[in-house]
């Protein structure tokens, strides 16, 4: 989140302190889903911890690879929203002035989203293991990049410049240095990382996005209480594909009680409270 600030920093110094509005807008809305994966990996730190302390280093990469699907997972419809219906959103949130630009700049920093959402989770597991030294360089170079490649192409392309310039260090992170140091420190596949965390999870999310286009081209939302009316009826899609693609026969199994109790003891609560009152 620090280098999003930081370019809201380069738009004000470097153009207008009006123009911030309309990058924060976008930012902004891409930090909200970040926040959201940040609660899930909190607890991939002892998780690592523990399978380390054991010595089971299967555990430790079987972990690191769910861990990071799931948080890609979760990500995805957020991301997919953002992507074909965030224009769409923001003038009904913040008006037609603001829909054009924020939402373009809100498109090219989700892509960067898409791909960096299960960063969180390595980067949490990494920590448990204690090999998070040699990272601190390697943020260190993202965040100039970031820096230089704002000022270089803000000139030349203004705020979508600023928005690339943010989402570039993080795809060359998330494709070219998480797997490679995750095979080099855990053992994790590369080709296994790739094709869980993302190839699958994104395949899984197609017909979403699918749902979602048909939403948008045939049924315009006039109000936001329709639009987010919209975003749940079509969610059931994604949840399922992601179910039975995503997910294994095993891990199905170990999650359904998980679901269902909660589900079966809201029922029961209602089914007494209703023996109650007749």
Not at 17 to 30: D, K, Q
Not at 44 to 51: D, F, I, N, V
Not at 72 to 85: D, E, G, K, S, Y
Not at 144 to 170: D, E
Request: charged fraction near 10%; glycine fraction near 8%; include cysteine.
């Amino acid at each position: 989140m620090g280098i999003i600030y930081m370019n809201s920093l380069i738009v004000g110094i470097l153009l207008s302190a009006s123009l911030v509005t309309f990058f924060a807008i976008g930012s902004n809305l891409v930090n909200y889903a970040r926040a959201i994966v940040g609660g899930i990996s909190k607890t991939s730190t002892p998780q690592a911890s523990a399978l380390e302390a054991r010595g089971d280093s299967f555990g430790l990469q079987h972990a690191l690879v769910n861990g990071a699907a799931f948080a890609t997972i979760v990500t995805l419809p957020i991301a997919v929203t953002f992507l074909i219906r965030g224009k769409a959103f923001i003038n009904l949130w913040m008006g037609s002035e603001y829909a054009g630009l924020s939402g373009r700049i809100l498109g090219i920093l989700t892509v960067g989203l898409i791909f960096s959402a299960c960063n969180q989770v390595t980067l949490a597991t990494v920590l448990g293991i204690s090999k998070h030294k040699p990272l601190v360089p390697v943020f260190l170079v993202q965040a100039l990049c970031n820096m230089i490649l704002s000022i270089l192409l803000i000139h030349r392309w203004g705020l979508v410049g600023v928005a690339w310039a943010t989402t570039l260090p993080y795809l060359a992170m998330s494709f070219f240095f998480w797997p490679w140091y995750l095979q080099r420190t855990l053992g994790v596949s590369v080709r296994d990382y790739i094709w869980n965390v993302w190839v699958r999870t994104i395949l899984a999310g197609a017909p979403f996005a699918g749902a979602t286009w048909m939403v948008e081209k045939y049924w315009p939302a006039p109000n936001l209480i329709l639009f987010f009316f919209q975003t749940a009826l079509v969610l059931p899609i994604g949840l399922i594909c992601f179910w039975y693609i995503c997910l294994s026969l095993v891990q199905r199994q170990a999650l359904l009680p998980v679901l269902v109790h909660p589900a079966a003891r809201i029922l029961g609560l209602r089914t007494k409270r209703d023996g109650a009152t007749v």
